[in-house]
């Protein structure tokens, strides 16, 4: 009778177990991917959001099974044809292990074609 009560309350502890574990990866990855992408996203604005269509990469032996990549797309509305940019829709998703979990971070944002060639600084914005 003793064994029976130990042997269900051991399948209980290990069920709870792997949920633990399971909640900790969840955990981990909702706190890192937004971090990755935000990096990702302020690389891409220092450089410009220069001659970027689309890119991927990993996010380096610190962060192993991390994946990243972007697109940056042109969107067209009459309304945003007043801008004196263009609009560019920018996505950054951040993927653990081929895609097991995924974070997607978009923006919009008035991307300049060329460069002030006097300064090397973005045109006006």
């Excluded at 209980?12 to 909640?23: D, N, T």
């Excluded at 900790?24 to 410009?48: D, G, H, I, K, V």
């Excluded at 269509?53 to 042109?74: I, N, Q, R």
């Excluded at 081929?98 to 008035?110: F, Q, S, V």
């Amino acid at each position: 009778m003793a064994v029976s009560i130990l042997a269900i309350l051991l399948v209980g502890v290990h069920k709870l177990q792997s949920q633990m574990v399971s909640m900790s990866q969840a955990t981990r990855f909702l706190t890192l991917a937004p971090l990755l992408a935000q990096n990702r996203m302020a690389e891409l604005e220092r450089r410009y959001f220069k001659d970027i269509d689309k890119d991927s990469g990993d996010c380096g032996k610190a962060f192993p099974g991390y994946v990243w990549s972007l697109s940056m797309e042109t969107t067209d509305s009459d309304v945003l044809k007043k801008l004196a940019y263009p609009m560019r829709k920018i996505e950054v998703s951040v993927s653990l292990n081929k895609g097991e979990r995924t974070y997607r971070l978009r923006t919009y944002r008035a991307v300049p074609d060329t460069t002030d060639r006097r300064n090397n600084q973005p045109g006006p914005s």
